[in-house]
């Protein structure tokens, strides 16, 4: 009988040992196992970029600790003015699918990793190029301005595209008597139009974490903060902008902290941003606004799908990589490239 339970033993404990074997070499000749992680990843990072020459571009919506490993850090203008011109040989994309795509597009010839392949984004996930096309036909007359939130075959399907940074300049572009479709944020759409006078044909979508901002909370808070200025991205409701001291893009926004004489703010977009608002005015103070009753959605559940190991193992195994049909990157490419020389 102790015999039975000593074999029983030594087998489990042979077996509990095996486990986290050495034989299974990586490819890169480094001699670790696959699902090995170093323990400073962010050292191995910069070393793996050097040795391969590759550049890591970081939404502002990221992790701090992507973020503060970027070549890059900016808006999704600056992303793919940055990954047009990169001659990088792997473009690692530390944002969301549309932004890795747009990469992709704009620079085809470098390979593009995203750490996570489900960084999605609601709006460009609630626009079917199907739909949108059936869309667009009822408006035959109209030019086609699409938000760069959304899919390559929409973006193929557009005749120029524009980003929250450049898109009253886009609109503005076009002749007053010409008849536009927006797609596909309506709440970007709207501020447009307020924006710029002009009538718009809208596609209902939206940013499931920009709609989610509470307008009492947000007027509670002021309330609170009596010396804070609101400052608010454009894909927010119109109740929640109409609270708004300064709308703007995530650069913009930025910007406006670091240029403006107060001390205090009310930001309402994804708290990612915040980390660079803290770090260019460290003596200023910033309230993330809340969402809806306590919960953490007004963080990007996409953007946030993102993190550190996973960006290490990309770069490491230059997977997984944005794969795109030439034909269909051909007619994406030329309503982005106008979009660029308008920018
Ligand atoms: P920016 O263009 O300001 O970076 O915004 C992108 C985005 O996805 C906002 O939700
Ligand atoms: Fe898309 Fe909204 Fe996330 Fe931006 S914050 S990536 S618009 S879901």
């Known amino acids: 009988m102790l015999t039975i339970l000593l074999q029983s033993a030594t087998k489990l404990r042979t077996q ?14 480094c001699g670790a196992p696959k699902d090995y992680l170093p323990l400073d990843i962010a050292a191995s ?66 390979k593009v990793v995203l750490p996570d392949l489900d960084a999605g984004c609601s709006l460009a996930d609630n626009c079917p190029a199907d739909q949108f096309a059936a869309f667009r036909s009822q408006y035959p007359n109209h030019v086609v301005v699409s938000y760069v939130n959304c899919s390559v075959e929409v973006k193929a399907l557009s005749d120029i595209l524009c980003t929250s940074t ?39 979508g939206s940013c499931i974490v920009h709609e989610t ?8 808070l ?21 609270e708004a001291d300064f709308i703007g893009s995530t650069s913009q926004l930025l910007q406006f902290v670091k240029d403006s004489p107060k001390a205090e703010f009310i930001v309402v977009t994804e708290p990612g941003i915040i980390h660079q608002m803290e770090k260019a005015c460290p003596e200023k103070k910033f309230y ?28 490491r195994d230059e997977s997984p990589t944005i794969e795109l049909s030439n034909e269909l990157c051909e007619r994406a490419r030329q309503p982005l490239e106008r979009m660029l020389a308008l920018s």
């Open 16 to 29: 509990t040992m095996s486990l986290p074997t050495l034989t299974n070499g990586h490819a890169n000749g």
């Open 45 to 110: 990072i910069r070393e793996l970029r050097s040795k391969k020459n590759a550049i890591i571009l970081a939404h502002y919506y990221q992790e701090s600790e992507i973020q503060d490993i970027a070549d890059y850090i900016g808006d999704s203008l600056g992303l793919a003015q940055q990954a047009a011109s990169t001659k990088a040989d792997l473009i690692v994309f530390a944002g969301v699918r549309f932004m890795a795509e747009t990469a992709k597009i704009l620079n085809p010839q470098r």
């Open 166 to 204: 450049n898109a009253v300049k886009v609109i503005q572009s076009f002749p007053e008597d010409q008849p536009i479709l927006f797609a596909p944020d309506q709440h970007l759409g709207r501020y447009l139009v307020s924006k710029t006078g002009r009538k718009l044909v809208l596609w209902p």
């Open 213 to 220: 901002f509470d307008h009492q909370r947000i007027v509670k």
């Open 222 to 242: 002021k309330a609170r903060y009596q010396n804070a200025l609101v400052i608010a991205h454009p894909e927010c409701t119109e109740a929640v902008l109409a």
């Open 288 to 315: 993330p606004a809340p969402a809806e009753d306590g919960c953490a959605c007004n963080r990007c559940p996409f953007m946030r799908l993102n993190t550190l190991e996973k960006l290490y193992l990309a770069l």
